[in-house]
T-cell receptor
Framework: AQKVTQAQTEISVVEKEDVTLDCVYE???????LFWYKQPPSGELVFLIR??????QNEISGRYSWNFQKSTSSFNFTITASQVVDSAVYFC????????????????FGKGTHLIIQP | EAQVTQNPRYLITVTGKKLTVTCSQN?????MSWYRQDPGLGLRQIYY???????DKGDVPEGYKVSRKEKRNFPLILESPSPNQTSLYFC?????????????FGPGTRLTVT
């Protein structure tokens, strides 16, 4: 069964610091997808990135970057020069390309990391 | 604008009083699903639907019903709500079933059952 672990329940940093959110996953499948979502205080879920298991290139989007390492089953998310607006709960999620029913999209979420950016 | 809408956004109700949370998408998506989000547990899937008249249980279906009579709508029904169903609920849709399809989430419905 697939599993996503976000060991950091809450992280608090001062504005402009860099911060990394950890995500470790478990899957028996060789083809899978990894996601990050942001949930600001307003409550909606904002899609940040999707990465398939065959693409281990790191990705950078502005102040956001993602480090995918299959060797350690990790898909970590780094925010550079954090800002107060980055304060949110961040979810990592995994979806296997095949599934046998029950949660048919195979999307399993981690429990989330609450990121607090202090001014 | 492509979107998933949910109504109501906030609801406070009492134990046993039937309620329906509506979900509608305007993207002609085949696949729709419901999640609940609870502190320390992340999001868990309640029910999903692969197309009209095709629904199935997710990971936490007890106490919920769904229907899919039209492609765009996927209401979540609580026949007899209980306090343990107090949660934040999200509806999601994607073009087809499968991880390659991006899921679009609604804004969430915060339900309190007293």
């Amino acid at each position: 069964a697939q599993k996503v672990t976000q060991a950091q329940t809450e992280i608090s940093v001062v504005e402009k610091e860099d911060v990394t959110l950890d995500c470790v996953y478990e899957t028996r499948d060789t083809t899978y997808y990894l996601f990050w979502y942001k949930q600001p205080p307003s409550g909606e879920l904002v899609f940040l990135i999707r990465r398939n298991s065959f693409d281990e290139q790191n990705e950078i989007s502005g102040r956001y970057s993602w480090n995918f390492q299959k060797s350690t089953s990790s898909f970590n998310f780094t925010i550079t020069a954090s800002q107060v607006v980055d304060s949110a709960v961040y979810f990592c999620a995994l979806s296997e390309a095949r599934w046998t029913g029950g949660g048919a999209d195979g999307l399993t979420f981690g429990k989330g990391t609450h990121l607090i950016i202090q001014p | 604008e492509a979107q998933v809408t949910q109504n109501p956004r906030y609801l406070i109700t009492v134990t046993g009083k039937k309620l329906t949370v509506t979900c509608s998408q305007n993207m002609n998506h085949e696949y729709m699903s419901w999640y609940r989000q609870d502190p320390g547990l992340g999001l868990r899937q309640i029910y999903y639907s692969m197309n009209v008249e095709v629904t199935d249980k997710g990971d936490v279906p007890e106490g919920y019903k769904v229907s899919r009579k039209e492609k765009r709508n996927f209401p979540l029904i609580l026949e007899s709500p209980s306090p343990n169903q107090t949660s934040l609920y999200f509806c999601a849709s994607s073009l087809h079933q499968g991880a390659t399809n991006e899921q679009y989430f609604g804004p969430g419905t915060r339900l309190t059952v007293t």
